[in-house]
């Protein structure tokens, strides 16, 4: 084995003063039937609440991206959680509160399944800058035009912010 190019993700630091012990991973979701259901930005913004719910438990969570059918995102999963277990606790989350806020998705989804059986996850390692961009630019990378349905309050920031969603 030539030592030479071996490259191990597990130092301690990478970039100046940042930890890089953790297990940042990328997920994709694909919803139920392949429906465009993030077109809206409101819906967006609920689902992102729904996938934040999970940092009471520990997760961590980078940029997230959504591209009609589907949402990229980069998390930070604890290490006493599998990619399993951290699978159906995203996927559940968000598709309780889409259900809650969105009552109307009920008529999609009468079996309330969300989320396809499919999902894609791959660890990031240290190329943050690569995922972070590609999640970013999801929209473009697709071509979609994301209808701005949420009103601006009279602070200046959305009505979603205000109820602590966040883009």
Known sequence: MNLKNFV????????KGED??????????????????FRKLSHQ???EAGLRENEKHGFRFGPIGFGGSHVHFRVDVPKRYSKLQAEIM??????????????N?????PDRHFWSGYEHHESVGVEFDAADEYIRNQERHHNIE????????????TAGDAA????
């Open 164 to 167: 602590g969603s966040t883009m």
């Open 45 to 47: 913004q609920i689902c």
């Open 20 to 37: 890089t012990r953790n297990d940042w991973t990328m997920f994709m979701f694909v919803t139920h039937k392949r429906k465009d259901n």
């Open 8 to 15: 191990s993700g597990s130092t301690k630091r990478y970039r």
């Open 105 to 109: 998705f009920l008529k999609l989804y």
């Open 90 to 103: 995203l996927k559940r989350s968000s598709a309780a509160r889409i259900f809650r806020e969105k009552p």
């Open 146 to 157: 994301v209808i701005r349905d949420v009103q601006l309050t009279l602070a200046g920031g």
